[in-house]
């Protein structure tokens, strides 16, 4: 049975009325002038839009291009962080995937932020982290990504604890035409996408609709079906002037628990994500910025189902219905107060609502605010040295005021080679079920209500500090850049749950160590070849527990692998061709909490693409086959991850 | 003494007014009328000076009018329209707008000069060549416009640099024709045409090169400021200043110079761009004395 989705019938109308604007008047015509040389430009590639240098970036950071994400044949923007590393990537269900760096969280990964053109998109319900499958665009909206390793909260406030994904979307003038793709493979994969972009005077626009559908593992019940749609407008105001407008919704339906297992049975849990965003941009002189984002999110939930607990499988509704919403504003100005100084400064206010009766045990809303003051330095000491100074001074109404600081040093004794040295001290704050959270199981028929989950009030916030050795090689005769991270993360206050008389309270419960290196090599011997290497061997070296009684903690330590590799080999043949075959190799870990002992296992993925056509009208052809050898268990052992293969069918026009 | 008095009736002769064309009445016309009349005042007895719209140009020029700078394509092209055997000179305008009013309304009899507003293609590659060393692949967008130039531009591309064109005859062709350009290029260069490079298309252009990790060369100041890594052009003053040494040498030999490119030119650099592209980029003034060396040597 097919459900007709209103947000795609939606989506498909607006696409419709959007996808033939009329044609502008030709310019054709007009005979040469000096109106070309006279004329005034819009300032395109401001301050926000350049890429800092990774060579005078404060911390090592990986890009993910769209070259690259193609190359992969990813479906889900999740998997993408296979190829960074230190980054570890798992379907907690074939549904959910989880994305975190270093290890230490499981299904729910609250220890990373991830920004759409800078709006969070870390949620503040239950424990905090990323839905993935909320993210409502397409790869194919995808500028690039780029992936801070490390903790950077004096740049994107807490949360951005051990590193931040920023997903940046490609200005409306690079989506022209129409896109429509379809997938299909093994697993009932089925994905589809419809995209339009064009011009209408100033304005250039794009909007997209698509749909991803699988049936995650086999004989799991853990279907996702996800659709969305997005709008994307950037207006020019002025020569210095740009208003970026955009929108979305994204809805799923995703399967959880399992047969005959009475208090977590199968069921279907529906979830919506809808987003407004306003950006206003004015490029300033002398590559000087001023930045103004405003965004409103709303996110909501649905899950109802009967479970059975205790011996006597008495009956408790389970109404995990919610509702979010977030408004967030934020002014960033970024200048140049002499030739070798560089600052960018801002302030950001949030607001935060939350409605989810199962969570506080009541049917209001609960709120949070955050006001943020952020300020970096980066001040070329000479042309060796680039100093990088920078912090944010966070007031957020649970925990009260933080401050998080970083510098960083960079070495550049010639343009092939940095060197950089830094520490910085970062916050996760503690997300408003963790901090009041009252979760009880109603059994009805014999009206006692027993808690199950009680939030920890006065929790503090985990707390990071974080030092790092890097380097960076940009060796361009050789076509090589060499990324190497060393890294020392002391992390404190780290939150968890323990068992007080069968109810499990969160709380501040243990500190850790961990210590690392990773390294990636990415080798371009001509313009048809990519070659890249991923390297971790991080190892969590100590583990502090506040409650000797707490169990919880110590299957912490092993999560995170102590060995990773990933290698990808990527070339085209004759301009049409393109094989890429991607090999990971992962040591043994556990997924704590909710996952398992998941065994050393390596994974081979291969794509093979045929492009045809030429100029406006085009296609591509891809097939690409994921986990090509045995099946390897994912996150628990009942998972198996079994060879995918699916092919795509692309065309431009 | 004898050669002074020969020369006097000239100079008798040659009395008369210059009458200064504008296309509009904007600030760029306006310096390049400066720029002319400050090289005027060197002369030891400045001629007299008249400024009129090329919408009036008719009535301007009545009466004793020796010379006629005309600053802008439309007002070469009143100027070239009249029939006028007063020598002229343009400037601010395109070599290819020169071209095509002298085709349509003739030389008035080798009375037509010009100093062009494009830089020469030999100058745009070789500075190519000395900015960005090791990028030998130029590619270069051609529209109706400045497709003309493509004999032109490989004949200028011969021995310095290894050129890739795309013709875009329509809009619409634009986003696949620089996705195509950018596979195989390592630089592009821009040149002037109203259907493939204007304020609407500039965005779509700079972000796709950039993404590619492709430097862009424009052809004047707003393109450095928009996100190009560097760009050659000539300021209305120093066209201006080019122009007063013609309209002197006309005054004082009633010989008129040939049409020419500038000889005056600015290279201005978008240091961050290049660093955020990963290139560190020599200082303008560097840049702008190294191409003139090699222009010397030539």
């Known amino acids: ?653 | 003494m004898l050669l002074l008095v020969c020369a006097l009736p000239r100079w008798a002769a040659a009395t008369g007014e210059v009458l200064f064309v504008v296309s509009e009445d904007q600030p760029a016309y306006k310096e390049v009328v400066d720029a002319v009349r400050a090289e005027l005042a060197r002369l030891p007895v400045p001629p007299g000076i008249r400024l009129a719209q090329a919408a009036a140009f008719e009535a301007a020029r009545q009466g004793n009018v020796q010379a006629i700078v005309a600053v802008g394509t439309r007002a070469f092209r009143a100027v070239a329209a009249s029939g006028t055997r007063t020598p002229a000179i343009a400037t601010l305008l395109p070599r290819s707008a020169f071209d095509r009013t002298v085709l349509e309304h003739g030389r008035g009899e080798g009375r037509r000069s010009a100093v062009f507003l494009d830089q020469p293609l030999g100058r745009q590659l070789e500075l190519v060549k000395i900015a960005l060393p090791g990028r030998n692949r130029v590619g270069v967008l051609l529209g109706p416009e400045s497709e003309q130039a493509m004999t032109a531009l490989q004949a200028a591309a011969e021995r310095r640099v290894k050129l890739t064109t795309q013709k875009v005859a329509e809009e619409k062709e634009l986003h696949h024709a620089v996705q195509r350009l950018l596979a195989e290029t390592d630089v592009l260069l821009a040149l002037p045409d109203s259907l493939v490079f204007n304020a609407g298309t500039v965005p779509h252009i700079l972000l796709a090169s950039y993404r590619q990790g492709v430097p862009v060369v424009g052809f004047s100041q707003a393109y450095v400021r928009a996100g190009a890594v560097l760009a050659l052009y000539s300021t209305p003053a120093q066209l201006g200043a080019q122009t007063g040494e013609m309209l002197r040498t006309l005054l004082t030999t009633g010989q008129l110079p040939a049409p020419q490119h500038p000889r005056y030119f600015t290279v201005n650099t978008n240091p961050y761009v290049a660093r955020s592209l990963g290139r560190a980029l020599e200082e303008p003034a560097v840049l702008q004395e190294r191409l003139l060396a090699t222009e010397r040597i030539n």
């Open chain 1, 1 to 653: 049975m097919r459900k007709k989705r209103p947000l795609q019938a939606l989506a498909v109308a607006t696409l419709a009325a959007l996808s033939w604007p009329p044609q502008q008047a030709a310019a054709g015509g007009m005979e040469a002038s000096e109106q070309a040389f006279l004329t005034d430009l819009p300032v395109v590639l401001s301050a926000s839009r350049l890429a800092q240098p990774l060579a005078d970036a404060p911390g090592a950071v990986t890009v993910i291009d769209r070259e690259l994400i193609k190359a992969s044949g990813v479906r889900d923007i999740a998997d993408l962080f296979r190829l960074v590393p230190g980054f570890l990537v798992a379907y907690a269900n074939g549904a959910n995937p989880t994305v975190n760096y270093h290890g230490l969280t499981g299904q729910y990964s609250p220890r990373m932020q991830v920004l759409i053109d800078g709006r969070s998109m870390y949620s503040s319900y239950y424990l905090g982290g990323v839905d993935w499958n909320m993210i409502p665009i397409s790869l194919d909206d995808i500028e690039r990504i780029e992936v801070v390793r490390g903790s950077n909260s004096a740049a994107y406030g807490a949360n951005a604890f051990l590193g931040v994904a920023n997903i940046i979307t490609r200005h409306a003038s690079q989506s022209r035409g129409t896109l429509a793709e379809y997938t299909s493979g093994n697993q009932a994969i089925e994905d589809n996408l419809l995209r339009h972009g064009g011009r209408i005077g100033d304005l250039d626009f794009r909007v997209g609709t698509g749909r991803r559908r699988d049936s995650g593992f086999e004989n799991v019940y853990d279907d996702r079906h996800v659709s969305f749609f997005n709008l994307r407008g950037d207006y020019r105001l002025s020569a210095h002037d740009e208003l970026s407008l955009q929108m979305g919704a994204t809805e799923s339906s995703a399967g959880a628990g399992f047969p005959d297992t009475p208090d977590n049975p199968t069921r279907t849990q529906h979830a919506s994500h809808y987003f407004g965003q306003m950006q206003w941009r004015r490029a300033l002189p002398d590559d000087g910025e001023l930045l103004v984002t405003a965004y409103r999110v709303q996110d909501s939930g649905s899950e109802n189902y009967i479970g059975r607990f205790t011996g006597l499988l008495l009956p408790a509704l389970l109404d995990w219905g919610r509702r979010t919403e977030r408004n967030n504003l934020e002014v960033q100005h970024v200048f140049r107060p002499g030739r070798d100084v560089r600052v960018v400064w801002g302030v950001e206010g949030r607001i935060d609502r939350i409605r989810s009766p199962i969570l506080f045990n009541d049917d209001n809303w609960h709120g949070t605010s955050l006001a943020r003051l952020f300020g970096n330095l980066e001040w070329r000491l000479a042309p060796w040295l680039l100093a990088n100074a920078g912090g944010m001074i966070e007031r957020y109404s649970l925990t009260g005021t933080d401050f998080s600081p970083r510098a960083m040093l960079n070495f550049q004794p010639s343009p092939e080679h940095t060197f950089r040295m830094g520490a910085t001290q970062a916050y996760r704050t503690p997300s408003l079920a963790e901090q009041t959270g009252d979760v009880r199981l109603h059994f009805y028929t014999i009206g006692i209500s027993q808690p199950v989950y009680r939030g920890g009030t006065n929790l503090k916030p985990e707390k990071i500090r974080s030092y790092e050795m890097s380097y960076l090689g940009d060796l361009r005769s050789l076509g090589l850049t060499v990324d190497l991270r060393l890294f020392r993360e002391h992390m404190g206050n780290l939150v968890t749950n323990y068992d007080d008389n069968n109810v499990r309270v969160f709380a501040n419960g243990y500190n850790a160590l961990l210590r690392g290196a990773e390294y990636q090599l990415r080798w371009r011997p001509d313009r048809e070849t990519l070659v890249l290497l991923n390297q971790s061997f991080e190892r969590i070296v100590g583990m502090e527990k506040y409650r000797s009684y707490d169990t919880t903690v110590t299957d912490l330590m092993q999560s995170a692998p102590t060995h990773r590799t990933t290698l990808m080999l990527s070339r085209q043949f004759a301009g049409r061709w393109s094989v890429s075959a991607i090999q990971h190799w992962m040591g043994e870990m556990k997924w704590p909490h909710e996952g398992d002992l998941q065994r050393k296992h390596h994974r081979l993925d291969l794509r093979l693409a045929y492009r045809f056509g030429a100029g406006p009208t085009r296609g591509e052809l891809a097939l690409v086959t994921q986990n090509q050898g045995n099946p390897h268990d994912e996150f628990r052992p009942q998972y198996k991850f079994n060879r995918r293969t699916f092919a795509t069918l692309s065309l431009e026009f």
